[in-house]
């Protein structure tokens, strides 16, 4: 059974049945699902458990019962009831609510939208932002222009057909669809015409000019003293999202300027913008955009930060204090053929990554500001503590740490101590008891220690342990560095030329995931560092 979250919700039983029935509760929480993105409520399960009573029996007219309760109580909601068994014996009613296609709400008038695991209502003007975000004809799926899809550029269609037949994320039955039926399934094309979205992906320039709200990206570099001294600019609309964001990376050289740290004997070479970062950052620009608004995306690159300024609000339900726990999809046929491209992971996870590649090198966290009509990223160049890059990298290798714990003992090495309630604020959790996942094992482990009790709780990275790396950690090759594992794949390959992916995986070591090894043999090729001879299974690896 799942957890309760956006999508899930559980109740007793008491509250559908007998004098304890709270049906204007129950239909708060089919409003909020279906002004989201759908929902199940699992009715007959008690709160805190994954499975019903055994021996509970559901009346058999109460599916009778909540769909008409529930159509009394509401409006543009639709609940699918189904009596299920579970394995232990006990019933439950899995109900079941669609997205809505109209605003959905309670017949006195009220509004709600799932938000995490809350049913949260919408007043005032957010009831109109509610309504606009909810037409019954998203922006992706319209097509206003009547562009044939035979006038779609060839060059693009092809490669956006090649990456989605290649990339492991899209299922088999998929991959093998004819091309017009590839354009249907991800919604870039409908009754022989391109979408907006297959015009924003698939067009040609001039197509997309005419939409009139295809993404434009400005660059514009500042002086200490705020003068502008270096602006590109990307607005012909000759490039496709994905495309628009290789071209931004490629010809910004300010985002492969490096620098160098003392390390030891040695000096390490740090980006001032990591890859990473950027990339997500526009992804997440492009994608969670408004598409039904004007303005460009700027990026303001100043000495000491980088600003990403996106037109629009936040999802209605996202805010700044909440956006590491909240996932609200605004153009979920965008995102979903990002994530079918491997240009991004899955929803709500970009900037779990930003604070976790940020916090392991050392720099703040990024800040989050939204306006009245704009949303602005800001992450900084500087590096706080050095000596926290080697830290959490160690910790890592040694405890295979999770993503919410290199960004908890990130927080903390760059700090002298956090109180509970400090560190539950900086993660965005709503109380202290919600740290447990987050620092569990970091005090298991002594990589934090603790002081104090309750919300007075102080948590702190030992400075000798920072300094020194002295802790405990087993060696072995599953936690072998990128650049050792690119290395010992080259060296392997020049030895035993035409060899396949299995071979070389066998020969370097069987611990490593072979997941891994292929990336890393993905990213060899693409530096020309390795040649690739036939096709699929069968491909053969040789130097160049």
Wanted: aromatic share 6%; proline share 6%.
């Amino acid at each position: 059974m799942s957890q309760e979250g956006q999508l899930l919700d559980c109740k007793s039983l008491r509250a559908v049945t007998g004098s304890t029935a709270d049906w204007n509760e129950v239909a708060k929480d089919c409003v909020a699902f279906a002004n989201a993105t759908g929902g199940r409520l699992l009715i007959g399960i008690e709160d805190g458990q994954t499975v019903p009573p055994s021996g509970q029996k559901i009346p058999p007219d109460l599916p009778d019962t909540l769909r008409r309760k529930l159509s009394e109580r509401t409006v543009n909601v639709t609940v699918l009831p189904d009596v299920v068994t579970a394995a232990s014996g006990g019933q439950y009613v899995e109900l079941r609510i669609p997205r809505a296609l109209a605003v959905a709400s309670t017949t006195d008038g009220r509004y709600f939208l799932r938000v995490a695991d809350q049913s949260k209502p919408v007043t005032g003007d957010d009831v109109m932002r509610l309504a606009s975000e909810r037409s019954t004809l998203p922006w992706e799926t319209q097509v206003s222009l009547r562009v044939s899809s035979a006038e779609a550029d060839g060059a693009q269609l092809d490669g956006l057909l090649h990456a989605l037949r290649m990339s492991d994320r899209v299922k088999s039955s998929v991959k093998e669809k004819s091309d017009p039926e590839l354009l249907s399934h991800y919604l870039l094309a409908s009754e022989g015409h391109l979408t907006h979205l297959g015009l924003l992906c698939l067009g040609r320039p001039a197509q997309r000019a005419r939409l009139a709200t295809a993404p434009v990206v400005q660059f514009i570099k500042y002086d200490a003293h705020g003068q502008k001294v270096n602006k590109l600019v990307w607005d012909d609309h000759a490039l496709s999202p994905m495309s628009l964001i290789e071209a931004v990376w490629q010809q910004v050289p300010d985002f492969r300027e490096r620098y160098e740290l003392p390390d030891g004997l040695y000096r390490q070479s740090v980006p001032a913008f990591d890859e990473i970062v950027v990339r997500e950052l526009l992804v997440n620009a492009l994608v969670h955009r408004p598409y039904t608004q004007r303005g460009d995306i700027f990026l303001n690159l100043h000495p000491d930060r980088l600003e990403i300024v996106n037109p629009g609000l936040l999802p209605l339900g996202v805010t700044p204090q909440n956006v590491l726990h909240t996932t609200v999809r605004r153009n979920e046929h965008l995102a979903r053929l990002f994530h079918d491209l491997k240009l991004m992971e899955r929803e709500g996870s970009g900037i779990d990554k930003i604070y976790e590649v940020l916090l392991s090198q050392g720099r703040p966290a990024p800040e989050l500001i939204e306006t009245h009509d704009r949303v602005q990223v800001t992450v900084y160049r500087r590096i706080l503590k050095p000596e926290v890059i080697d830290f959490i990298a160690k910790a890592d290798q040694s405890y295979q740490l999770t993503q919410r714990e290199r960004i908890a003992l990130g927080l903390l090495a760059q700090h002298d101590a956090l109180t509970a309630r400090e560190l539950a604020a900086r993660v965005e959790l709503p109380d202290v008891d919600a740290l447990q996942p987050w620092i569990r094992r970091l005090l298991a482990w002594q990589l934090v220690q603790s002081v104090g009790r309750t919300q007075a709780t102080r948590y702190f990275v030992d400075p000798g342990l920072l300094r020194s790396l002295d802790f405990a950690g087993q060696t072995t090759l599953q936690r072998i560095e990128p650049h050792r594992l690119l290395a010992l794949i080259v060296e392997d390959v020049g030895r035993y030329p035409q060899s396949r992916i299995g071979e070389v995986h066998q020969r370097i070591g069987q611990e490593i995931p072979r997941s891994r090894v292929r990336r890393a043999v993905e990213q060899l090729v693409k530096d020309g560092r390795l040649a690739p001879q036939g096709v699929r299974s069968g491909t053969r690896y040789r130097l160049p």
